[in-house]
């Protein structure tokens, strides 16, 4: 028999012809398997932008009340601050408190001026579509006496930071936390004083939310009565893809 050999196994030929027939038998099963690829992706051809499109992006914020400076005193013996964000109708709120308040703190074993130390932990996560609405930190501080009378101190406002952390960076000092001021409605006229005086309260606003727009805050009378200091961070993710590209 010409097609075996001596020992009994097939010869080359034979193997040659049964590995030719395989070889053509895989090419014919990719051919197929890419032509339905092909046909998939002929049907569906918004599958692959839709999923790279984002809808909105986030913004993740953590961080704390650190502190509050007085210079000439706090005029009470215990501060807490209650915050609030505000955010504009776009922003959303996924998790984390809307509103917080604070522990009472004192310096009185120390300076007049020392810092009241709050440490108040603040983490919050938005998301919107625009950036328009940017949220922002509004906090009303409150001054309480050894008889529990409380009155206010002032409010204090901030935006959240878009990068990285809310820091001002000095070649003296390298690292120092955020400050802005405390800011103390003043009477309007002089019988506002003396009846300010007289009971040991200031004047309130009745919306504090006024301070966070500038046209609604215009005629207002206020003084500076010392400063808040804030440590915050910010991430954020999914901007890009929406078309915005900030940079520190």
């Known amino acids: 028999n010409s097609e075996t050999t001596a020992t009994g196994y097939p010869s080359n030929a034979t193997s040659g012809r049964d590995s030719g027939r395989k070889q053509k038998h895989k090419k014919a099963k990719t051919n197929t398997a890419g032509a339905a690829s092909a046909a998939s992706t002929e049907e569906h051809p918004m599958d692959a932008e839709t999923k790279c499109t984002a809808s909105y992006f986030s913004l993740c914020i953590s961080g704390q009340i650190v502190s509050a400076t007085f210079p000439l005193g ?11 964000l505000v955010a504009g109708a776009d922003w959303q709120l996924v998790s984390g408190p809307q509103h917080g308040l604070t522990q009472m703190a004192t310096n ?44 206010l101190l002032g409010y204090a406002h901030v935006h959240l930071p878009v990068f990285g952390s809310r820091r001002h960076v000095a070649e003296a000092e390298p690292s120092v936390l955020a400050e802005t001021p405390i800011l103390l409605p003043k009477p309007p006229n002089m019988l506002g004083d003396i009846t300010s005086w007289l009971l040991r309260r200031q004047p309130e606003l009745k919306d504090p939310k006024v301070l966070l727009d500038s046209f609604k805050c215009k005629g207002l009378s206020m003084e500076s009565y010392g400063t808040l200091e804030f440590q915050l961070h910010s991430i954020m993710r999914g901007a890009r893809k929406l078309g915005y590209h900030w940079h520190a």
Request: hydrophobic share 25%; charged share 20%; proline share 7%.
């Open 74 to 84: 706090p005029d009470r013996e215990y501060v807490y601050c209650r915050y609030e």
């Open 108 to 151: 009185k074993s120390g300076h007049f001026n020392d810092k009241i130390i709050f440490n108040m932990p603040i983490e919050v996560t938005y998301k919107s579509t625009s950036p328009f609405g940017w949220p922002q930190l509004l906090v009303t501080v409150f001054g309480s006496n050894g008889s529990g009378r409380e009155t």
